[in-house]
C-alpha cells in the first residue's frame, strides 16, 4: 500500500487554465505539506496543515489554494495557470505537527505549455 | 532563515567506490532526515536522525547535532545510488528546509 499518494503523476496543460492535484495519506498522521521542487531540484515548502487547519502559508501566489476535506487529504488547487507554475509538486506527511519523519508522495510533474 | 548547505554539490564515482556526502545547518534544527531522489523523481526516506549514528546495509549516516552537520556514508556503490541525495531539518517555524542536495553518479 503506498502511504502517500499523489494523483495525477504528470498534468499537461494549457496557461490560464484551472487544475487541482489530489493527496491521500494512509498512515494517519496528523500533518500534510505540498512542496514544490523547481527545474534545478530546489525543493521548498508551499503549505502546511495539521489536523485540516493551515498552519504554514509561504508566499505562495493566491492562485494556488488548498484544501484538506479531512486529516488524510490535502488538495492542491491552481487557477489561471501560468508558464512559470511548471514544476514537480510533492504531497507530504508526518506525524504531528513539529516533530517526527515526513514521508513524501512520487510527486506530479506539472507542465504548462 | 536557517540554511542547509550540502556538498559536495556533484560527485561522480565508479561503481564500488566508497563516499561521503556532508550537510551543513546554520542553526539548530530538528528531525534530520536524508532522502533519495532516484532518477525516475521519488524521493525515498534513508535516515531520520535527528542525532547519533544508524546504519541501513551499504548505507549509514551520523548527526552531530552539537556541531550543526549530517554525514551519508554510501560504501560499495552500485549504479543504481544514482541520484540526487537531499538532506532535510525542521527549523524553529516547523518548516522542513532542504538543501540544494548532492548530485551523485556511479559509473558502472
Known amino acids: 500500500d503506498t502511504a502517500v499518494s499523489q494523483t495525477p503523476k504528470y498534468l499537461v496543460t494549457q496557461m490560464g487554465n484551472d487544475k487541482s492535484i489530489k493527496c491521500e495519506q494512509n498512515?494517519?498522521?496528523?500533518?500534510m505539506y505540498w512542496y514544490k521542487q523547481d527545474s534545478k531540484k530546489f525543493l521548498k515548502i508551499m503549505f502546511s496543515?495539521?489536523?485540516?487547519?493551515?498552519?504554514i502559508n509561504e508566499t505562495v501566489p493566491n492562485r494556488f489554494s488548498p484544501k484538506s476535506p479531512d486529516k488524510a487529504h490535502l488538495n492542491l488547487h491552481i487557477n489561471s495557470l501560468e508558464l512559470g507554475d511548471s514544476a514537480v509538486y510533492f504531497c507530504?506527511?508526518?506525524?504531528?505537527?513539529?516533530?517526527?519523519?515526513?514521508?513524501f508522495g512520487q510527486g506530479t510533474r506539472l507542465t504548462v505549455v | 532563515g536557517i540554511q542547509v548547505e550540502q556538498s559536495p554539490p556533484d560527485l561522480i564515482l565508479q561503481e564500488g567506490a566508497n563516499s561521503t556526502l556532508r550537510c551543513n545547518f546554520s542553526?539548530?534544527?530538528?528531525?534530520l532526515q536524508w532522502f533519495h531522489q532516484n532518477p525516475w523523481g521519488q524521493l525515498i526516506n534513508l535516515f531520520y536522525?535527528?542525532?547519533g549514528t544508524k546504519q541501513n546495509g551499504r548505507l549509514s549516516a551520523t548527526t552531530v547535532a552539537t556541531e550543526r552537520y549530517s554525514l551519508l556514508y554510501i560504501s560499495s556503490s552500485q549504479t543504481t545510488d544514482s541520484g540526487v541525495y537531499f538532506c532535510?531539518?525542521?527549523?524553529?517555524?516547523?518548516?522542513?528546509?532542504f538543501g540544494k542536495g548532492t548530485r551523485l553518479h556511479i559509473l558502472p
Open positions: 507530504a506527511s508526518s506525524q504531528v505537527f513539529g516533530g517526527t519523519e515526513a514521508f
Open positions: 498512515l494517519g498522521h496528523d500533518t
Open positions: 496543515y495539521n489536523n485540516k487547519e493551515l498552519i
Open positions: 542553526d539548530s534544527v530538528n528531525n
Open positions: 536522525i535527528p542525532s
Open positions: 532535510a531539518g525542521m527549523n524553529r517555524d516547523d518548516k522542513i528546509i
